[in-house]
Structures are given as structure tokens and as C-alpha cells.
């Protein structure tokens, strides 16, 4: 019996990349997911949205949840807009407060709540961690048009963007074990690479067309090991 799967997510899941030509971001249209699609054959709905975060994630999936029955796999993508920041607020007031997207608590809660959501309707979940980003290109990009010095005098460094976006894949990671969520770990195999920035954007967080093969290439491992008689 065929596989089929649904998917929520943001801009990486949906396939989003920058177009240096064209200078502007665009889809891919040899996207991870495409591409998984063509080459097994299976079903795949693809939920996500550019720009999304967990609170809308769940949104999504709970207006779609009488659908969820139907397919075998949920597969969840989420993390990368939930750890941003409104750069914006910070290059205007730089000694204020400010907070991410989705703080990290709620952001917990939140993929909690989804994951059961997923599972009261019989779909099984899946689980992606995030790419790595490249803080100094992200930072430049961040950074057009607004006070670079603000940014940097909140930040403190430029690599904090970097850590701080790796809380979030870490907190991803803590929850697809605690809830015995099957995990597909595509930052790994970014790392693995003698610079993993060569799979990125100029924005420093969209993987690039190769970005994209590395994905897919790491989701149909993985999907041998969870549906090896179909997806090998």
C-alpha cells in the first residue's frame, strides 16, 4: 500500500531559496521535497509556509486535522523563524529588552501540543532539526538599512547569532526524544561538510539548490529505515 505523507513547516520545507540573479527569493523547484517526491513516488502534501512558526504550525495543522487520519507520516519542520528576532525593534533600541519570535518555553510547548495533536489522529510524526546558519552572512543581511553597530552592541558578538539559533535545534533534538519522535538530523550532515556554508544562501540561513540535495539525500536514508520495503 503507497505511502503517503503531509508536511508543515516554514520557508525550508516549502522550498524557498534567494535568487542572486534575479534578487529575490523565489522557489525552488527542485526542492528537497520535490525531489523526494519524484524520486519515490510518494504522496506528499506539502502544508508548509515562508515565514512560519510554531504557533502558526500548529494553526495550520489543527484547521487540517480532520485530513490527518489519512496519511501515515506528519512530518514537522520548525525552529528557524521561532528563534528570530525583530531586528528592526533591537537597531532602533538596542538597550531594551527584547524577545525572540517564540521564546524557548513556549516554543517547547507549543511542538509538544502538535506532536499529540498529530498523534490523536493517527498520523505518525516525524521530526526535522535545523540546518546550521551562517551567522556573519546572516548578520550582513539582517543588517541592511538599519544600525549595525545597535545590532552588534545587543548581540555582543556576531557568533551569538549562531548559538543562539542552535538552542532551538537543541531544543528540537530534546523533544523528538523525550516524545520517542523519530528525528531526521540534517544539521549533521551540514556539519560534516568542510564548510557548511557552501549549502547556504547569501542570506546565511536558506539552504541553496545544493543545500537541497543534501536534504533530500538525508531524508531518503532515513526513510529506508522507516519504510524500507517502499522507500528504499
Known sequence: MPVSLCLFGDSVAKGVVFDSVMNKYTFLKDSFVNAFAAATGVAVD?????GCTIAKG????????????????????????????????????PEAEHKPATPLDEFRRLYLRLIE????RGARPLMFNLPP???YRYFNWLSKGLN????????????????WHKKYNDAICLIAEETGTPLIDVRSEFLKAP?????LCVDGIHPNLNGHRLI???VRRFSSSIAPTILA
Do not use: C, P
Not at 494553526?59 to 525583530?86: H, P, Q
Not at 495533536?117 to 490523536?120: A, D, F, H, I
Open 58 to 93: 500548529l494553526e495550520i495543522a489543527l484547521k487540517r486535522a480532520d485530513m490527518l487520519s489519512k496519511y501515515d507520516f506528519a512530518v514537522l519542520e520548525f525552529g528557524g523563524n521561532d528563534a528570530n528576532f525583530n531586528w528592526e525593534e533591537i537597531s532602533a533600541a
Open 46 to 50: 506539502n502544508f508548509a509556509k515562508f
Open 117 to 120: 495533536e498529530v498523534r490523536s
Open 195 to 199: 564548510d557548511f556554508r557552501e549549502f
Open 133 to 135: 546558519i551562517d551567522a
Open 216 to 218: 533530500f539525500e538525508t
Open 148 to 163: 549595525a553597530e545597535n545590532i552588534l552592541k545587543w548581540l555582543g558578538d556576531v557568533d551569538q547569532i549562531f548559538r
